[in-house]
């Protein structure tokens, strides 16, 4: 059964950092992409970022580039997500993908998503 199990979200200050993780399970976690979305109330599902099965290349949404960095380890199956300079604009339900495309498609599994608030 594939899993995917977001971690880390929660309320943070304007400026602050969080670190979101991402574990897998029942697929073979080396050989997919994994990416991050978000979804704002009221707005449609955006790519965040996402990085390639061995690690070697990432993309990152415009609105997130210096902000966010994704990297993974694939000896725990995990993929990480860190947040810095956090803006009430992040606030968001942030789902994990894994994708074998590259760019991701929007296909593949889906984890069920953690919130991320940032509000003073």
Same mark, same amino acid.
């Given at each position: 059964?594939?899993?995917?199990?977001? @971690?880390?979200?929660?309320?943070?200050?304007?400026?602050?950092?969080?670190?979101? @993780?991402?574990?897998?399970?029942?697929?073979?976690? @080396?050989?997919?992409?994994?990416?991050?979305?978000?979804?704002?109330?009221?707005?449609?599902?955006?790519?965040?970022?996402?990085?390639? @099965?061995?690690?070697?290349?990432?993309?990152?949404?415009?609105?997130?580039?210096?902000?966010?960095?994704?990297?993974?380890? #694939?000896?725990?199956?995990?993929?990480?997500?860190?947040?810095?300079?956090?803006?009430?604009?992040?606030?968001?339900?942030?789902?994990?993908?894994?994708?074998?495309?590259?760019?991701?498609? #929007?296909?593949?599994?889906?984890?069920?998503?953690?919130?991320?608030?940032?509000?003073?």
């Amino acid at each position: 059964q594939v899993q995917l199990v977001e @971690s880390g979200g929660g309320l943070v200050l304007p400026g602050g950092s969080l670190r979101l @993780s991402c574990a897998g399970s029942g697929f073979t976690f @080396s050989g997919y992409a994994m990416s991050w979305y978000r979804q704002a109330p009221g707005k449609e599902r955006e790519l965040v970022a996402g990085i390639t @099965s061995t690690g070697l290349r990432t993309n990152y949404a415009d609105s997130v580039k210096g902000r966010f960095t994704v990297f993974r380890d #694939n000896v725990k199956s995990t993929v990480y997500l860190q947040m810095n300079s956090l803006k009430p604009e992040d606030t968001a339900v942030f789902y994990c993908n894994a994708d074998r495309n590259w760019p991701p498609k #929007n296909m593949g599994y889906w984890g069920k998503g953690t919130l991320v608030t940032v509000s003073s």
